[in-house]
């Protein structure tokens, strides 16, 4: 069954923001080690771009810090990557991830969403 379902891509020009959604099963949003936001560009790599990580830190690529803010909605079991001041070099397909390292470990990823930044 599917547990992750994100929403919120879409097409916007540089300078401009989006808010992605990832919403979560509640046993993924009460057990997991680690969950946010990935981000593969064509020919690229899928890298980090924002994570919440065990007793609620975050963390972040160095490429978006100050731009994009990772939050969650506990009562929604949801969590949002709120992206403003947008680059062409942001495009990408942005997958949610949550992860959980020990047993009953589980790695699931979300179908992916498309961002386009235009210049």
């Known amino acids: 069954q599917v547990q992750l379902v994100e929403s919120g891509g879409g097409f916007v020009q540089a300078g401009g923001s989006l808010r992605l959604s990832c919403a979560a099963s509640g046993s993924i949003f009460s057990s997991f080690n680690a969950m946010g936001w990935y981000r593969q560009a064509p020919g690229k790599q899928r890298d980090l771009v924002a994570v919440f990580t065990t007793g609620g830190g975050t963390n972040y690529a160095d490429s978006v810090k100050g731009r994009f803010t990772i939050s969650r909605d506990n009562a929604k079991n949801t969590v949002y990557l709120q992206m403003t001041s947008l680059k062409p070099e942001d495009t990408a397909v942005y997958y949610c991830?949550?992860?959980?390292?020990?047993?009953?470990?589980?790695?699931?990823w979300g179908q992916g969403t498309q961002v386009t930044v235009s210049s």
């Open positions: 991830n949550a992860r959980r390292d020990f047993y009953p470990s589980y790695n699931y």
